[in-house]
Every structure is written in C-alpha cells, then in structure tokens.
C-alpha cells in the first residue's frame, strides 16, 4: 500500500472498514465466518437439496443415508451448510476431504463436481470389474433370469443392449397399483448396458438402486475395468455428474417418446427400439406412460416392453401362471 498518496490509502482504508461494517459482500460467503462450524455450499443449481441428498448421501456411508436426516447438512434462508461437527462424527475422512476443498468456507458447484468425479467410485466401492458385477448381479446373458432387449438412444452413439433382472421387473409391475401407479423397483435392482460397437462391446454402463432410494451410475471400458467416462459426443460422459443430467431431468429423448411409433433418424444415427412388431402395444404404452413418468429416475421401457412381451405370449398360449395375473392385475 505504500505507493499509494496518502490521501488515497486513507480512502482505501476507510472503504474495506466500511465494507466490513455493513457486511457488504454477498451473503453467502458469510457462512464461515458466523460459525467456523459450517461450510456453506454456493452451488448455483435448481435442485439442491436432491443433489446434495444423492451425493452426499452416496459418500457417507456404503449404505448410502440421507444427509438431512443425519443433520449432516441444515438448510438456512434458503442456503444450504455442512455441519463439519456432525459430519466429523459420522466419517472422518469424508470431512477431511470436504474440508479440503474449499479454504473460504464456501463450496461452489465446480469445486464440488470435481471432487465426486474424483472420488465416487472410492466412496461407493463398486465392483472393479465386469467379471466381479456379474458375480454380484449374476449373468445378465441369461434369458431365463433377465429381460433384455437393443436401442439406439440419445445416450451413446453405439446400439445398447440393456439388460435388468425379470424378478424386479415383475415385482415392479406387481406393485403398480400399491405404489400409486409408479414403477418402483427394489433396493439392489441393477440395469446393465453394454455399448456395442461393430459386434464387440466397447463399454458398459450400469445404475444400481442404492438404499436411500437414489441410483448408483457407474461405468466399465473395453477391457472390463471401472472408468469414468462413456463416449459421446461433443464430450464424454463424465460419471456420475453427467449421468444424472437426463436422468434427473424431465426432457424426453427418441426413441422412447415416439413409442410404439418409429422415431426419426437424427443426425447422429438411428433412433430405435428393437423389438418383435407382436410386442409393441398402444395400450399399454397408455397405461405406464413410462417413460414420461419416469417414476424411479428410469428412461427405458421395461414394463411396457416386458407386458408387450406378455401378451404375446398370452396370446400363443405361452405365458406362466404369475405373469397371466401381472396382466389382469393391470386390466390388459
Ligand atoms: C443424453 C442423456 C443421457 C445421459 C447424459 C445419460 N443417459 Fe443413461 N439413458 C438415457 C436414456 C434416454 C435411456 C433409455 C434407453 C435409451 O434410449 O438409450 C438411458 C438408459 C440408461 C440405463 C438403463 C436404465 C434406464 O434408465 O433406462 C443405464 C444403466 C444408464 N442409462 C446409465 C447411464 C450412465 C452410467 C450415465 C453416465 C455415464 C448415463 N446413463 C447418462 C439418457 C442418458
């Protein structure tokens, strides 16, 4: 300051006191001075409270719990904090590393993107490998144990071939009408999809439902091994935190909204479901309206692919004793 004239270093004195004074800077990056205790989260996002629920509630513990309940984060005029004190309590290394992200106190959305897409896959502790999810979540080439079929979605510029367990499904469907007409499947359901590009699989990528309700996205490279990204362009996916971008949101996406009509091709590649022209069923379709609802952070159409899929064989004289009550349940 000593270059300045004395007149001006007395001004610039008197305005940083001044500013002081009357708290002048914004009010969110007061939070570490009102009490050393919190850290103030300045994400600038529109669902905060959901974000910070699925994230935080991911790295507290492997069983994933809400962080509001656990009083880890409280929510004041609208601003949401950290209760280091409590977080302390309940994990250690998770407030190490919190702390460490931010030295004024305040956390904005870029510091902690980069941190989850840093740290996700050590907090949750996701199988390494193909090979080890599929001796947790079984073979998923099994016809008899899971419902498969192919699309070419928005998601990857490779064709898809997604894969989830026929007991969650059918337990999804048997309790449409108890869970008020929502598709809500159990605690450990796990969608596998492989990208396949010219016949080989180039990478996998997979949601499994945590305890709390959220999802789990997670994703595999060519070889088998954990990576934290999926092709697509303009840029890769970065997982977790531009998985939940569609996931999270309400936009529909081709070929699921034009269902069972054939979506347009876009620029990208075709648009399309692949299944047997006996399975595509308006009504049905009608009923779930799947995957407008989306009921459970899931785009697909497993139920109404799955109850197309059972009508047919209804009507072939096929269809099991449980799945002919899955349909009169739902009136098809
Ligand atoms: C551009 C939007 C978009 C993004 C980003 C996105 N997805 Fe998806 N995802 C979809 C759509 C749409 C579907 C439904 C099937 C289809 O059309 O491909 C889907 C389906 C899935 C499924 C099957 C279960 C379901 O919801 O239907 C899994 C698993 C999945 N995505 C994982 C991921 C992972 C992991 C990431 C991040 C790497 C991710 N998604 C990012 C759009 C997206």
Redesign the pocket.
Known sequence: MNQFPRGLSGLFVFLVAGRLLTGCESPERHGATESSREIVFDLDKSDERRLLSFYLGGLLSRNSSDPFEASIIVQRRGTFLLDTERLGLLNQDLLVDMKSLTDDGVITWDEFEQFINARYYAYREFPKTTDQLMDLVGDWSLGSEWFSFE??????PHR?K?H?PLVHLRKALSGYRENGDRLLYAVGT????EHIDRGERVEV???RKREDGF?D???YGATGGLTG??V?SPNN????S??????F?S?L????RSFPADAAPAPEGP?A?YVQKGEKDVGIVRLLDE?RR?SD??????GTLFLGRLKAQRAAGSISEEDRIILEMLGL
């Open positions: 699309v070419n979605g928005v998601m990857s898809r997604i989830v796990t969608f596998v999809s990528s997979v949601m999802w996205f997670f994703a990204e999926v697509r996916l970065v997982v977790p531009k998985c939940i971008g569609c996931h949101g936009r996406f081709e070929p699921e648009r479901l995957h989306r952070t899931v785009l697909g159409l497993y």
